[in-house]
């Protein structure tokens, strides 16, 4: 994490990328992880966040949340405050913190790409050996999809209102009240987000205890997108020829990366060999990242 301006005595050519943020070691005899505190704001107002150490230890669950995103291309970059000192960090990290911050209170977060030092190797391998323990103790998992974009927000009210309990004499299923072309087509696109390929994702999501999706200032919780899709495999062949255009959309619509890991989820499945074959097309930096991604659930 390059610093663009700072205190006096960490000031530097901001031409100068080499020059990192000055992290205090953690203690890993007390199991201690960092957690951002991401202040409240308004539209208008900077980012601004202060690190913490806590100690993770024996911990059933502690109080943060943990953010599951994708890093994103590495240009361009924006900046924001941390312990006062500005950053740039990657553009889909910081729309995330922009879009969930709150308004009149703080939210405490373990942010992978900020609360680890990315430079120190030792640190950094020791606290990606334990992010699934970081995940699983998190009081939610914040998952970000990405800013507002291809009528999400359609898409992302049509299955908040698909899933919201109605008088039995309403209710009779999605068959009902089906999505309209001009309603599908945002959900498969929604679908069809870089997030859902990411190999990252699938232990981050696995271990969460409670999930919330984000995208742009939407939010709908996991459980509603799973029982959407319990829903839409319910219905019968003719209505699915009704609400689709092609048989294209039909198909994505119930089987895609999005559909794959809700059903391992709730399946809790845990098998290696079918992980690996079920992710093995997932995206990743580091090739041995499939393994490592997948071994510790």
Known sequence: MSIVHGPRDLAKDPED????????????????????????????SPLQCTLQHVTNANKSRALYKALSYTWGAPEPTKILLLDGIQIQVRENLWQALYHIRQQNSTLQLWVDALCINQED???RNEQVSRMGTLYN??????????????????????????????????????????????????????????YWRRVWIVQEVFRARKIMIYCGHEKLPWKDLAKFFRQ?????????????????????????AAT??????????????????????SFCCDPRDKVYALVGL
């Open 232 to 256: 839409v495999r319910r219905l019968p062949d003719n209505n699915a020829q009704q609400i689709a255009t092609s048989s294209e959309e039909i198909t994505t619509l119930s089987h895609n």
């Open 121 to 123: 190797i030792p640190e």
């Open 17 to 44: 990328t080499a020059f990192t943020f000055p992290y205090q070691p953690l203690d890993a005899s007390k199991s201690e992880i960092r957690i951002i505190n991401l202040k409240p704001g308004t539209a208008s």
């Open 260 to 281: 794959t890991i809700i059903d391992h989820r709730t399946a809790r499945l845990q098998n290696l060999e079918t992980l690996l074959m079920s992710y093995g097309g």
């Open 137 to 194: 103790q998190a009081e939610e998992v914040i998952v970000w999809l990405g800013p507002e974009k291809d009528g999400s927000d359609v898409a992302i009210s049509f299955i908040r209102h698909s899933v919201t309990p109605r008088p039995r004499a309403l209710a009779s299923g999605l068959s009902s009240d089906l999505p309209s072309s001009i309603e599908l087509r945002p959900i498969v696109d929604l679908l069809s987000r870089e």
